[in-house]
């Protein structure tokens, strides 16, 4: 089992920026792959951006490209985002999570590409 805990959401004003942190723990050298989801009230969980651990390819959803960067911690088993810019819109609560290589074949955006999600840290971008 892996586990991920999740770090860095709060309250912000719309242009302001916050980072988000997630670092995994237990049998983590399993992982190849590691991103971000989140979930607004009343919507279906979309993806945010994913980093594949080989070459350091790195995915983004539309809504979030140019705004978002997401990267690794070499020194650990954890990826961070950084949200630039934000907006009202992207207020919702953000799931870490993490995949393996028995998910390798699954597209990164969907939710089946991932074994592992944190309980979510929530964000909330004011007007």
């Known amino acids: 089992q892996v586990q991920l805990v999740e770090s860095g959401g709060g309250v912000v004003q719309a242009g302001d920026s916050l980072r988000l942190s997630c670092s995994a723990s237990?049998?983590?050298?399993?992982?190849?792959?590691m991103g971000w989801f989140r979930q607004a009230p009343g919507k279906e969980r979309e993806f945010v951006a994913s980093i594949v651990w080989t070459r350091s390819n790195t995915y983004y959803s539309d809504f979030v490209k140019g705004r978002f960067t997401i990267s690794r911690d070499n020194a650990k088993i954890a990826v961070l985002l950084q949200m630039n810019s934000l907006k009202p819109e992207d207020t919702a609560e953000y799931f870490c999570v993490a995949g393996t290589l028995s998910r390798r074949n699954i597209p990164i955006t969907t939710n089946d590409a991932y074994d592992y999600w944190g309980q979510g840290t929530q964000v909330t971008v004011s007007s």
């Open positions: 237990g049998r983590a050298r399993e992982i190849v792959k």
